[in-house]
T-cell receptor
Framework: EDKVVQSPLSLVVHEGDTVTLNCSYEVTNFRSLLWYKQEKKAPTFLFMLTSSGIEKKSGRLSSILDKKELSSILNITATQTGDSAIYLC??????????????FGQGTTLQVKP | ETGVTQTPRHLVMGMTNKKSLKCEQH?????MYWYKQSAKKPLELMFVYSLEERVENNSVPSRFSPECPNSSHLFLHLHTLQPEDSALYLCASSRDRDFNYGYTFGSGTRLTVV
C-alpha cells in the first residue's frame, strides 16, 4: 500500500531557530513530491520536487529530494511566529500512465514561540 | 483567497439532515477533487472529477454524493451522516490530472455532525 510518513508529528521551537521536517515515502510509480503549508484551512503550495539532489529555495524555506533514500526534507531557517502551521508532504504516484494520485502524509504541526 | 471558494465555511448538522457543500473555481482548471481531513490523519481523497466526469471514487460511503454540473462547480451532497464524518472537507482543483502544476485548495468546510 502506498504511504507517506512525516516526522516529527509536532514540533515547538523559538523564533530564530532552524527546523528540519522530514518526509519519507513508499509509493509506486513515483513522479514528484510536493510540500504544502496549512495555516488556517487552505493548504498553500510551497515546492514541487521531481529531481534528486536539486535544492529548491524560497526565502528562508528550502527543500531537497533524495530518491535513493525515498525521502525529502524541508528546512526553515530563522523561524518566525508566522511560520507556525501544519506542513504537509504529498507524493504523486500510485498509478501508471499520464495521471497519478496525490498521497498525503499526516502533516507536521510546527509552533514557533516568540 | 486562493481562487477556489468553498461554502459554507462551517456547518453543523444532525444525523437525519440533508445538506450540500459547494466548491467553485474560476481558474480555468479541468480537474476538481474532494478531500476529507480528520485530526491526526492524512488527507483522504474522496472523489476526483476530470472535465466534469467522475474518474475516481475511493470507497466513499453512499451517504456522500458528489455532483459536478460544469468544470467550475463541484458539490458534495450529504445525507444521514454519522458523527465520525465530522471533519474538514477540502476542495481542490488543478489544471489537469498530470499534476505538473500542483493543486489549488479552497479554505474548506468544517463539518460537525451531532
Amino acid at each position: 500500500e502506498d504511504k507517506v510518513v512525516q516526522s516529527p508529528l509536532s514540533l515547538v521551537v523559538h523564533e530564530g531557530d532552524t527546523v528540519t521536517l522530514n518526509c519519507s515515502y513508499e509509493v509506486t510509480n513515483f513522479r514528484s513530491l510536493l510540500w504544502y503549508k496549512q495555516e488556517k484551512k487552505a493548504p498553500t503550495f510551497l515546492f514541487m520536487l521531481t529531481s534528486s539532489g536539486i535544492e529548491k529555495k524560497s526565502g528562508r524555506l528550502s527543500s531537497i529530494l533524495d530518491k535513493k533514500e525515498l525521502s525529502s526534507i524541508l528546512n526553515i531557517t530563522a523561524t518566525q511566529t508566522g511560520d507556525s502551521a501544519i506542513y504537509l508532504c504529498a507524493v504523486v504516484g500510485g498509478s501508471s500512465g499520464n495521471t497519478g494520485k496525490l498521497i498525503f502524509g499526516q502533516g507536521t504541526t510546527l509552533q514557533v514561540k516568540p | 483567497e486562493t481562487g477556489v471558494t468553498q461554502t459554507p465555511r462551517h456547518l453543523v448538522m444532525g444525523m437525519t439532515n440533508k445538506k450540500s457543500l459547494k466548491c467553485e473555481q474560476h481558474l480555468g482548471h479541468n480537474a476538481m477533487y474532494w478531500y476529507k481531513q480528520s485530526a491526526k490523519k492524512p488527507l483522504e481523497l474522496m472523489f476526483v472529477y476530470s472535465l466534469e466526469e467522475r474518474v475516481e471514487n475511493n470507497s466513499v460511503p453512499s451517504r456522500f454524493s458528489p455532483e459536478c454540473p460544469n468544470s467550475s462547480h463541484l458539490f458534495l451532497h450529504l445525507h444521514t451522516l454519522q458523527p465520525e464524518d465530522s471533519a474538514l472537507y477540502l476542495c481542490a482543483s488543478s489544471r489537469d490530472r498530470d499534476f505538473n502544476y500542483g493543486y489549488t485548495f479552497g479554505s474548506g468546510t468544517r463539518l460537525t455532525v451531532v
